[in-house]
């Protein structure tokens, strides 16, 4: 009985020492970073409407940028910093992973496709939209699908997914285009508008959102075709479990309330700043089924 007694007192002093260290574990990576520095730095894109991009007075606002805030105030309550700053950092596409890696934002607030490459090296949160990579084309033009391109001008944006998904459509069909790139989606848009492109490739929330804010939106329309169908997910350093934890657990939360749901209607089905354009974008049902079974899944 005595050894009985004994071995359960022994078993659940275990048990309490290695509950100890999950409770009170130390902090690393980026949370520690955080609460050293006292500050959170999230990269913001300026023309990623309606994820990230500048209103007129100029601030940073879109629907990245509304979720990236509540980390952050998930970061301060966590961390117990009353007076948590946030630090906010112009990216481009083309060196948002640099940045990220180099510790000089600790999470990219905007449109980033989670692929399977990109993995190797940095982490996603769990998807916060999902997108069909399409082409915009003159309306009265000839292009109808991704087939009419051959020989064509069509505009990419450096460092986009879009660029190796065409190039292996190509391979397919057994034809070429002439590259236009640039290196933000405003550039890419703008060498469609003044004919120098014949076609902008990209994500199709961000080809309506350019469509929506051009001057004569009634010009252009989207090809119905698609290269592939892609998920979001805020960028994050890669092998920081504490970090993409907390990031995943805000965001979960926010789906479980519905509060995804009303930031997603704020964003996307309803007039937004600077000039009140409203993208009418429902949910979709690829977005839907992230929503009911969260995942950081890439392509």
């Known amino acids: 009985m005595k050894r009985l007694f004994a071995a359960l007192l022994a078993s659940g002093a275990a048990l309490t020492f290695s509950a100890v260290p999950a409770q009170g574990q130390a902090l690393d990576g980026t949370l520690a970073k955080i609460k050293q520095s006292g500050e ?34 998930a ?23 640099p940045l990220i890696q180099n510790g000089t934002i600790d999470l990219v607030c905007g449109p980033a496709t989670n692929t399977l490459e990109r993995q190797k090296v940095v982490a996603f949160s769990d998807t916060i939209f999902v997108s069909s990579i399409r082409a915009v084309v003159r309306k009265d033009g000839p292009i109808k699908s991704f087939k009419d391109l051959a020989g064509k001008n069509v505009a990419l944006t450096a460092a ?11 391979q397919k069909h057994d034809f070429k285009t002439v590259r236009v790139l640039s290196s933000d989606h405003a550039g ?7 004919g120098r492109a014949d076609a902008f490739v990209m994500d199709d929330i961000l080809l309506a959102s350019m469509v929506a804010n051009s001057q004569d939106p ?51 089905t309803q007039p937004i700043p600077p000039k009140g354009l409203n993208l009418n974008f429902p949910m979709t049902q690829p977005l839907k089924d992230a929503i009911a079974h969260p995942n950081d899944k890439g392509v």
Do not use: H
């Open 218 to 268: 009634g010009k252009w329309r989207l090809l119905d075709d698609a290269l592939r169908v892609e998920p979001y997910g805020l960028i994050l350093r890669k092998d920081d479990p504490q970090f993409k934890t907390l990031v995943d657990k805000t965001l979960v939360g926010l789906m479980r309330s519905g509060e995804f749901q009303s930031l997603y209607d704020k964003w996307f």
């Open 40 to 73: 959170i730095s999230l990269g913001y894109r300026d023309v990623s409407v309606p994820f990230s991009y500048l209103d007129d007075r100029p601030k940073p606002v879109g629907f990245a940028m509304d979720l990236c805030k509540k980390v952050a105030d």
């Open 188 to 194: 890419s848009f703008l060498a469609l508008t003044t």
């Open 160 to 170: 986009s997914t879009s660029i190796a998904l065409l190039n292996a459509y190509e």
């Open 75 to 97: 970061a301060q309550a966590k961390l117990k910093l009353p007076d948590l700053r946030i630090k906010l950092v112009p990216i481009q596409l083309s060196n948002q992973i």
